[in-house]
């Protein structure tokens, strides 16, 4: 207990003859935001830990399961919440609410790939990435990108884990396919980054998923952990290539994968969303990447059925992960964390490290000095002229004309 108790100066050098589990040197950083470093030093243990997790709020489950996310809320202090399907108005006083109740301000998510409307009900529907990646023209998609940060910035929401940058060469893919933008990887890098960089900079955290890539697979890692055996040569030349490339641009997050690639980690059932090797090994060290990473959801059947709670999110930590997604049993995993610690299985100053790095992009979207969120005009600010203007223009452009040279439709 003595070490958990050291300052935050100690806590952030990781020494390079410890044996304990350590992090990549990109993610040791010195922190000179005094918020950051305050609000850790504020913090307990506990509350500490509960900085990586973010838990689902499904508002169409009623108040029984609603009552349940503020239970977590004000008992356990967790760090964010992703919103699944609602109503818009009704999401704004909930992210309101919850954000009252907050001790530490909370990282607020929600998927939306081609837009609010894949969660949120009376919003602008965008088309499907597949579609866009017929677009010509990236700067109307970037466009697309900057109207749903701003709509985004609306709702209260901080990061949109969008855009999808597999690439869509799996025609048997049951839950890729049309979320894609297509199967030319130099298209989906230029695709993606156009979305990504017009959501940054309307100020939201876009998010590049799923690392290293869900094209190439014939199993929903909702239902079971999907295989994919291509050798490190083939998925560096195709897969990994979109990582890289929003990588390189400065995309702010990255969802790692539930798949089983042997080529990177072969031991049974290990996926690598909570794999070593795959996140800390390729995504941080060889890609250099630096920012977020999100576990896709921990409760799909991809990690759930192989790995008992708490276990899961212990390993997803251990991995490189920064923030978990969607987990089973937050105080079973806070405990297995501490006693990780307590036993030398996992550094103290990575894990701090990591609740540091996230407090810091909390502090640079304002979390600071939260103000609550409008809740009046909502449905009219967000389905506003332009943002309509830009899906008419997204649709009249996504048009081409088919030529059937080989005969295979």
Not at 130 to 156: A, D, H, P, T
Not at 173 to 190: L, Q
């Amino acid at each position: 207990m003595i070490q958990m108790l050291r300052n935050t100066t100690v806590i952030l050098l990781v020494l390079a003859t410890s044996l304990v589990f350590a992090p990549p040197s990109s993610e040791q950083h010195q922190h000179s935001g005094t918020w950051a470093e305050l609000t850790f030093d504020s913090l307990s243990v506990d509350e500490r830990l509960a900085q990586l997790f973010m838990i689902e709020c499904r508002p169409t489950y009623g108040s029984k399961h609603i009552a349940e996310v503020e239970r977590m809320i004000a008992e356990h202090k967790v760090g964010g919440v992703i919103f699944f399907k609602g109503d818009p108005t009704e999401e704004v006083k909930l992210t309101n609410r919850f954000q009252e109740m907050s001790k530490t301000k909370m990282l607020v998510a929600i998927d939306g790939e081609w837009g609010l409307a894949m969660r949120l009900a009376n919003t602008i529907a965008y088309p499907y990435q597949l579609g866009l990646g017929s677009i010509q023209n990236e700067e109307v998609i970037y466009e697309m990108g900057k109207e749903i940060g701003r709509q985004c910035k609306r709702m209260g929401i901080h990061v949109n884990f969008a855009p999808v940058i597999d690439i869509n060469n799996n025609p048997n893919n049951p839950i890729i396919n049309f979320r894609s933008f297509g199967e030319d990887p130099d298209n989906v890098c230029k695709k993606g980054w156009a979305y990504a960089s017009g959501m940054q900079d309307a100020g939201i955290i876009a998010c590049a998923k799923h690392f290293p890539g869900h094209g190439d697979t014939d199993v929903d890692s909702h239902k079971d952990l999907p295989v994919i055996n291509h050798s490190m040569e083939r998925l560096r030349e195709v897969e990994f290539q979109p990582f890289q490339y929003l990588t390189n641009q400065g995309v702010k997050s990255v969802m790692t994968a539930h798949l089983f690639i042997p080529a990177i980690d072969n031991r049974k059932n290990i996926a690598v969303s909570i794999s070593d090797k795959a996140i800390n090994g390729i995504l941080r060290r060889e890609m250099g990447f630096t920012g977020l990473s999100f576990t896709d959801a921990l409760n799909m059947q991809g990690v759930a059925k192989y790995h008992p709670d708490g276990e899961l999110e212990l390993m997803a930590l251990m991995a490189g992960n920064d923030i978990l997604l969607s987990p089973s049993d937050v105080p079973k995993a806070i405990n297995l964390m501490k006693k990780a610690m307590a036993e030398g299985r996992l550094s103290e100053d990575y894990v701090w490290g990591k609740v540091l790095k996230v407090l810091n992009y909390k502090h640079s979207l304002g979390l600071h000095d939260f103000t609550p969120i409008n809740e009046y005009n909502v449905e009219a600010d967000l389905n506003s002229t332009s943002a309509k203007h830009i899906n008419y223009k997204l649709i009249e452009q996504e048009l081409c004309l088919v030529k059937d040279d080989q005969r295979i439709l």
